[in-house]
């Protein structure tokens, strides 16, 4: 069914002008199934993926829009979205101070993301840091293929954003990992915050005019709360039932436009791979 919904998609897609995606499922609280089950629930493996774009990418609002549909249309909940500003395009764009394309929205972590992994074009993508067709770096028109080709397959990591909490400018949160069956390696946690919806310049090849003063990105992450490459979470495998919980506690950054439009994404990898085993994201509390 999702295959034929892609083929749809993919097709609609083709067809399309310049229409942006209505609002999409909202960041999932749901787990795969919610409470302890000591290594006996069925987890399936959910897909980040990751858009390195920049505000005056020409071609890149046609990206956010198929990952939005790919989204929306196809994998809800089962696909995260986060939109990382790096490159020469994400660079704000003289003169200074017009209030054109003046906003910056890099961080430490996604220029370091943009350096190791050296796109030469833009707008490319990251899903799960799975390499597709021989690259890690993935260009927009085979994000479809690419994650179709690893979601929804049996995972051993039941991962969760259990608590957020936000108080003044500093936001707590504790992400619970169990494992449903044992694992060998090592694997480290990310924990990303994004914001959704920010109002600003964007440059759009599909649109006409192509500058658009009010353009709605998308998914914006904003900062790692414990670095850029993460804090380990296993450490030379695990067993079947073993549990792990990682509080954290962050300032929010002064980029933050609305701190209601937050979420947080907490992804797990391999560290000898660097492939995204699992991933969630849960929506700030209102």
């Avoid at 996604?110 to 707008?123: D, E, I, L, R, V």
């Avoid at 069956?181 to 090592?186: L, R, Y």
Wanted: with cysteine.
């Amino acid at each position: 069914m999702r295959t034929l919904a892609l083929l749809l998609l993919t097709a609609t897609l083709g067809l399309a002008s310049c229409d942006y995606v209505d609002d999409p499922t909202p960041p999932s609280t749901d787990n795969n199934g919610g409470g302890g089950g000591g290594g006996t629930e069925e987890v399936t493996r959910k897909v980040l993926l990751e858009d390195i774009t920049g505000h005056r990418c020409p071609n890149c609002p046609r990206a956010a829009r198929v990952a939005q549909a790919l989204k929306d249309d196809v994998y809800g909940e089962d696909l995260v979205l986060v939109a990382i500003h790096a490159g020469f395009f994400s660079i704000p764009f003289p003169p200074l101070g017009d209030g054109q394309y003046d906003t910056d929205h890099r961080t430490v972590a996604g220029n370091a993301y943009n350096t190791t992994y050296g796109p030469q074009s833009y707008p490319i993508g990251l899903i799960s840091r799975k390499p597709f067709n021989g690259s890690i770096l993935v260009n927009d028109g085979s994000w479809g293929s690419a994650v179709e080709d690893i979601i929804g397959t049996p995972s051993p990591f039941k991962l969760e954003v259990d608590t957020i909490i936000v108080n003044g400018g500093t936001v707590t949160t504790e992400i619970d990992l169990e494992l449903q069956e044992a694992v060998t390696g090592d694997y480290n946690l990310v924990v990303y915050l994004v914001e959704d919806r920010v109002i600003d310049w964007q440059y759009d090849s599909e649109s006409s005019p192509p500058d658009i003063p009010n353009y709605e990105h998308r998914h914006i992450l904003r900062g790692n709360l414990n670095g850029t490459w993460g804090a380990s979470a296993i450490a030379g495998g695990g067993t079947a039932g073993q549990s792990f919980s990682f509080p954290y506690t962050y300032t929010v950054p002064s980029n933050v436009v609305n701190v209601n439009n937050c979420y947080l994404v907490a992804w797990l990898y391999d560290v000898g791979t660097e492939e995204v085993m699992q991933v969630e994201e849960r929506k700030f509390p209102q």
